[in-house]
């Protein structure tokens, strides 16, 4: 077992958003920013920098570390870059008041559309519907999970369907209770 390899957790936190130079077996170096180590294996995931906000990602495995070295620290600018590396770019940070929100108006139109949905888990956070599929916050078609592909197919494209029906009925009235006026919609032959 490697010196690298017996550090703990703690030890290993303090490399964290930091540019290092790792020194591997067979004397191979790497350079760039410790992104995490995990834990079990002691292996280190590098993000190096490139032009064009393109990143270059090598993972060292923990027992080929012999040498690790800081060579700076991380400013605010580069961990908030490093922070975000792997969050989809059309990623949201949503309120509590603005998750609270989307999570009534999907029960409400899921219940108008006699779907049986439930709040379960920490906080009454993740809907339930049928008891088979889960829908866990920011509450998108994509954040719909369930074993079963055809209630998971029906309920994203009625999920879909309420995005839809929001661009149809400006009233925000109209599309929670679930009425549709015919005066509201346009059909061109």
Known sequence: MTEWQRKSPLEWQTYLNKEAKVTAAEKH???????????VSANIVLAKLLEDEKVSVSVVLGHAVQKVE?????????????????????????????????????????ETNHIPVTEEGESQRTLCVAGVLTIDPP???????SSNEIILSRVQVLHGMQDAMKELLPDKDQLEEGKLKMDNLVCKP
């Open 29 to 39: 170096e790497y350079v760039g920013w410790v992104l995490t180590v995990d834990p």
């Open 70 to 110: 800081i060579v700076s620290e991380g400013d605010s600018p580069i961990q908030e870059q490093l922070a975000h590396l792997f969050m989809p770019e059309e990623s949201q940070a949503y309120s509590q008041e603005e998750l609270e929100r989307r999570k009534s108006s999907l029960k409400t139109w899921l």
């Open 139 to 145: 509450y998108g078609p994509e954040d719909c999970s």
